[in-house]
């Protein structure tokens, strides 16, 4: 596998005018923050032998390590009821412990490789892939919602929940910024989250 390292957002203070730039832009929508481990989530029958993986399925996170995580029966049974070809990589959060009584959830955000070629398209025609492969209702993973309009308000509610972290907002326009070396900061892609106690604006 070459392993291409995942784009990162700009982290901007959640009171930045850009927000509501962003939310009067027709090129841009957010989509929620989980709290959770950056998954870059792997099929390959050929590196599943060479790496630690589940019915062909290799965990990675972003710093190039496969996680320790050991999936559920019922997680993989809904990975393999979607038919993901060979070769795929899916750009996914694992939800998994870090906030209490949520384990074992997938939530998809974009997609990288697909059949073993990189997809070099607009985010707006890698989120149609996504939703072509993730079009049914899964207990454990799901596709990220997108909002359109008014990304400050959508924040403040969003953050009520304890598994979320904010919002990314995202150009529907961009392509990923393919590196081997790195995560590196892409601006199509603006990150707002709430404060925390390792976290403090």
């Not at 019922?74 to 990589?89: F, K, M």
């Amino acid at each position: 596998m070459i392993y291409y390292y995942p784009n990162k957002p700009i982290l901007i203070h959640p009171t930045s005018t850009v927000v509501e730039d962003k939310s009067n832009d027709d090129d841009w929508w957010a989509e929620v923050k989980k709290n959770g481990t950056r998954l870059c989530l792997w099929k390959s029958k050929e590196d599943s032998g060479k790496f630690k993986s589940y019915d062909d399925f290799i965990f990675w996170n972003r710093h190039k390590s496969v996680l320790k995580y050991e999936p559920s029966k019922e997680i993989l049974e809904e990975l393999n009821s979607l038919n993901i070809p060979e070769g795929t990589h899916i750009d996914a959060e694992l939800l998994h412990h870090k906030t209490k009584n949520i384990k074992n959830f997938i939530y998809v955000y974009d997609i990288y490789r697909y059949k073993g070629k990189q997809v070099y398209e607009s985010l707006e025609v890698r989120r149609n892939m996504l939703e072509e492969m993730f079009s049914g209702t899964y207990q454990h993973i799901e596709l990220a919602k997108r909002y359109f309009t008014d990304f400050r308000g959508v924040f403040n509610e969003v953050i009520k929940t304890p598994e979320n972290e904010g919002l990314v907002m995202k150009n529907k326009k961009s392509s990923i910024v393919w590196c081997l070396k790195d995560c590196l900061e892409v601006p199509w892609q603006l990150k707002i989250r709430k404060a925390s106690g390792s976290y403090q604006f």
